[in-house]
């Protein structure tokens, strides 16, 4: 199982980024996904998370800019950034609630953590 996570880069405040987390491997089901970040020398914060049902949660922070999406065909969970101020420069981090198939076709339920993303954004 991979959690690839992609989209982040440098942009100016007020702009936007579009986050991917795409999940890879012998799944059986994603459930909760959820993106978290940690900016530099500060613990990691939950961002925004979406159930297998659709039900979203965000960070007071972040309501009214970031908008966190499921593509259930895909396996991937986006997160749209918008209005992105400087306070939002961290590496973004996905974390997915997730069953697999183990190596003896047994199934594995797990949280799974992808690689990070960084994003930075300028004032």
């Known amino acids: 199982v991979q959690l690839q996570a992609s989209g982040g880069g440098l942009v100016q405040a007020g702009g936007s980024l579009r986050l991917a987390c795409a999940v890879s491997g012998r799944i059986v089901r994603i459930d909760d996904v959820a993106w978290y970040c940690q900016p530099q020398g500060k613990q990691c914060e939950l961002v925004a998370s979406i159930s297998s049902s659709a039900t979203t949660n965000y960070a007071d922070s972040v309501k009214g800019r970031f908008t966190i999406s499921r593509d259930m065909a895909k396996n991937t969970v986006y997160l749209q950034m918008n209005d992105l101020k400087p306070e939002d420069t961290a590496v973004y981090y996905c974390?997915?609630?997730?069953?697999?198939?183990?190596?003896?076709?047994?199934?594995?339920?797990?949280?799974?953590w992808g690689q990070g993303t960084q994003v930075t954004v300028s004032s």
């Open positions: 974390n997915a609630n997730l069953i697999y198939y183990g190596d003896y076709d047994d199934m594995v339920a797990t949280y799974y």
